[in-house]
């Protein structure tokens, strides 16, 4: 049965059709709300993925600060474990204040090392010299009690040789004579006397000895003394020049035992910087001979010498009287400019 949409028209369609329009337009709308469906779903994946992207990228940042922090903190620790610089001073170790560079303490190390370095060094000539003052003083003590003792025993000696002599004067054999008594009791003391007289020549014996010890010990420890300061301010002081030295005192008319006999270190070098300057004005004279006859040098730009302009005039003029040319008395005139030297 026919279907018209328009009576006026009387345009219709079949059941047909209409049908096919309305299924056409079933799927056409089905097909928008596809596309429609379709874009939400990508629009909604989009805004998922960002929102993904944005979690990944907050998640990445606190891991990050996260790391930092760690770090920080592991810095933290190892300032806070590191272990305290030590210095070390007059035999004591302080600790240095937290945070100081090491270079800063190796410096003050070194300072405080160079410090007290200087100050062993002191106290150990302070006490070195404290050491010889004392050994002087003991062998002074030791010389004056022996000279002492030798002074007593010279004055007890001679006081028995007096007596020795006055009964050496008696005749004991007429004596024993006429007091027997008395000749044996003056022969009794001078016996006695002799017996004295020998123990003090041999305590006096005895003590020269020990002065002789004392005087020559004395000698050997000032010279050891001398010849150390020596060293320490001549580094070159070698058997060779102490000869010089020996000789250039003995122009001075010392002797040798006075040369060797000389204890202060002092005297010495005084003599060393004598010999020294002596040599130095001797050799001044061979200096001076051999700078004035070295070689003068020429200035740049001064030109050639005097001998060399001369004989340029010389063969100017003999090329000029054999030739006769005006190029030749040219050269020749040229040759006498150069010889008289450049105008000022």
Do not use: W
């Not at 000279?147 to 000696?157: E, G, R």
């Not at 035992?257 to 202060?264: F, H, M, N, W, Y």
């Amino acid at each position: 049965m026919p279907f018209t949409t328009n009576p006026a028209e009387g345009v219709g369609i079949s059941e047909d059709q209409a049908a096919a329009q309305i299924l056409e337009k079933m799927g056409g709308g089905r097909a928008a709300e596809s596309s429609e469906g379709s874009d939400d779903d990508e629009f909604e994946a989009n805004e998922h993925d960002e929102q993904d992207e944005a979690g990944q990228s907050d998640e990445d940042q606190g891991e990050a600060e996260e790391g930092e922090s760690s770090d920080e903190a592991g810095d933290g620790a190892d300032e806070g474990d590191a272990a305290p610089i030590e210095l070390e001073f007059g035999g004591q170790k302080h600790l240095m204040p937290k945070g100081t560079p090491p270079e800063v303490a190796a410096a003050v190390q070194t300072f405080t090392k160079s410090i007290q370095a200087d100050y062993t060094r002191k106290t150990q000539q302070i006490a070195e010299q404290q050491r010889y003052v004392e050994a002087d003083r003991q062998a002074v003590m030791q010389m004056k009690a022996l000279s002492q003792q030798t002074v007593d025993a010279m004055a007890y000696l001679r006081m028995i040789d007096k007596q020795l002599e006055q009964i050496g004067k008696m005749d004991l054999l007429a004596l024993s004579e006429q007091d027997p008594v008395t000749a044996q009791r003056h022969m009794l003391h001078s016996q006695q006397l002799q017996s004295e007289r020998g123990q003090i020549v041999e305590a006096l014996q005895q003590s020269v000895f020990q002065q002789n010890q004392l005087s020559q010990q004395a000698v050997k420890q000032a010279l050891d003394r001398c010849e150390k300061e020596l060293r320490e301010h001549i580094p070159d002081l070698t058997p060779e020049l102490l000869r010089q030295l020996d000789e250039y005192g003995k122009s001075y008319g010392y002797t040798v035992q006075e040369l060797q006999g000389v204890t202060d270190a002092r005297l010495i070098r005084i003599l060393d910087k004598a010999r020294r300057y002596d040599a130095l004005q001797a050799a001044k004279p061979q200096v001076q001979k051999r700078l004035a006859a070295a070689p003068k040098t020429v200035k740049p730009g001064t030109g050639v010498s005097k001998n060399a302009n001369e004989r340029a005039v010389e063969v100017a003029d003999t090329r000029l009287k054999k030739s006769g040319k005006p190029s030749d008395a040219a050269a020749a005139f040229l040759a006498r400019m150069n010889r008289k030297g450049p105008r000022k």
